[in-house]
């Protein structure tokens, strides 16, 4: 077989970690000799080309759309269609549904296998260094360009049912050696600042002292500086908290980690979370970040009871946790348009207000917080009961409007409160009504 003409596509979804699958395919291809493009998203001058390979990635199934009509736009760019492969994350979830609607068949799970891109050596694929000079190729920007991507694991030993890597990577493998990974990748690519460490559940390796003494040795130490910059580690899926303990702190705290990620998914791991954090605190583990995941079993109350012990934290040890709330979205959904049981569509809507204000993240600063959610669950309540704008701009120019609006609320007898939330709760502004309060008051959620 001659040299391939290769293209790699990501679609054009925002993301903000770069399409390590492509990556460790260039790397592949590369070494046989073969030419290869990457693009993001379609692209008329690369698809009136005709290519002897084309591999599409996939993320989430909530990107369902812009990923088929991806594939749908480069179908015909390849000379054979047998050669035109799609696999990722949302290709494994839902290979059935891909095929049904492309006619192809994706890849599944992990390059790591025979027969699944119909090439020699193609079982090492997973192993290989990724091809960082590939991402010079767009001009996209993902979060962080200075930094090694890798894994010290693969898989994870639990099963929760809102998440995707049980299916993706089902065999949980204890130990992937670092140090190599990270030679090649100096003597290819040069000397990376940070080490993102893409484990999906590292405190349940047997092999994590080892791990950690590995890191050190790497150059990521605490207190490490590169060219006088501190570098950081960073186990950028989160630990399990379940899976913690004083000793695997104290040997967190050996290696320069900014930030730790703890997920905090469950009010009812509350005691083991605030422990966790204390540990940490008490290592000299200060800069903190946590997954906030939501709109799944829980509760509003209990989110915001999650968000509220995070500052409480804050102000008692000194910690800086960023929390980062995560809509939960069932991981075949086409769209984003969930509803968990105990949520409704106007606190969802009032959440993503408040996010948008907040870039996404909920710092660690008291009266930021209270100002942006509320000081308690009663004022969260009424802030995410807010039309849109109000949220936003409820303390400067929507200042007036929010006081209409309150006293109309006020006023209210419980007939027209009932009818009221019965709508809004739905985000349904369409509602006839007589009733010239609930005109009013429904005048404001219709407001550009
Ligand atoms: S512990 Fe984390 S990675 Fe493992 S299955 Fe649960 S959510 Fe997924």
């Not at 000379?79 to 494994?92: E, H, L, Q, S, V």
């Not at 939501?294 to 995070?310: C, G, Q, V």
């Amino acid at each position: 077989m001659g040299k391939l003409k290769v293209l790699l596509v990501e679609p054009s979804y925002k993301c903000k970690y770069p399409p390590l699958g492509l990556m460790k395919l260039s790397a592949f291809h590369k070494k046989r000799g073969d030419e290869v493009v990457f693009v993001k998203g379609t692209i008329k001058e690369k698809k009136d080309i005709m290519w002897d390979r084309i591999y599409i990635s996939t993320l989430f199934s909530f990107y369902w759309d812009l990923t088929i009509r991806t594939i749908d736009y480069y179908e015909f760019s390849v000379k054979d269609p047998r050669n035109f492969y799609i696999g990722g994350p949302m290709a494994t979830i839902m290979a059935e549904e891909i095929k049904d609607v492309t006619g192809f068949i994706p890849v599944q799970g992990l390059l790591n296998k025979e027969g699944q891109i119909n090439l020699p050596n193609e079982q090492n694929i997973d192993n290989m260094i990724p091809d960082y000079n590939l991402l010079n190729q767009i001009s996209y920007k993902y979060l962080s360009d200075n930094a090694y991507f890798s894994y010290t694991t693969r898989g994870c030993i639990r099963k929760c049912p809102f998440c995707a890597v049980p299916k993706i990577e089902p065999l949980y493998q204890e130990y992937v050696p670092l140090s190599k990974q990270i030679k090649s990748i100096n003597l290819k690519y040069g000397r990376k600042k940070d080490l993102l460490l893409l484990d999906n559940n590292i405190l349940a390796s047997s092999c994590f002292e080892k791990i950690i003494d590995e890191i050190k040795e790497i150059g990521f130490f605490k207190g490490a500086k590169l060219n006088g910059i501190s570098r950081y580690v960073d186990f950028n899926q989160g630990i399990d908290l379940r899976k913690l303990s004083k000793q695997k702190m104290k040997l967190l705290a050996e290696i320069s980690i900014r930030p730790l990620r703890i997920a905090f998914d469950d009010i009812r791991l509350k005691e083991q979370y605030i422990k966790a954090i204390e540990m940490a605190a008490e290592y000299g583990i200060l800069n903190l970040s946590n997954y906030i995941l939501y709109n799944y079993n829980d509760t509003p109350k209990d989110f915001f009871e999650r968000l509220k012990i995070n500052v409480d934290l804050n102000e008692r040890l000194g910690t800086k946790i960023f929390s980062f709330p995560m809509k939960y979205i069932p991981v075949t959904n086409k769209d984003r348009l969930y509803v968990g049981t105990h949520w409704n569509p106007r606190f969802l809507r009032g959440i993503q207000c408040i996010l948008h204000v907040t870039h996404g993240v909920v710092g660690p600063n008291k009266s930021f917080f209270e100002a942006a959610f509320g000081k308690n669950y009663s004022d969260f309540k009424k802030i995410l009961l807010m039309p849109d704008s109000f949220i936003m701009y409820r303390e400067s120019r929507k200042k007036n409007k929010v006081k209409q609006w309150q006293n109309i609320l006020n006023n209210f007898s419980n007939n027209q409160r009932s009818f009221f939330m019965k709508n809004i709760l739905q985000n349904s502004y369409s509602c006839v009504s007589n009733d010239k309060l609930i005109k009013k008051i429904i005048s404001f959620y219709k407001e550009k």
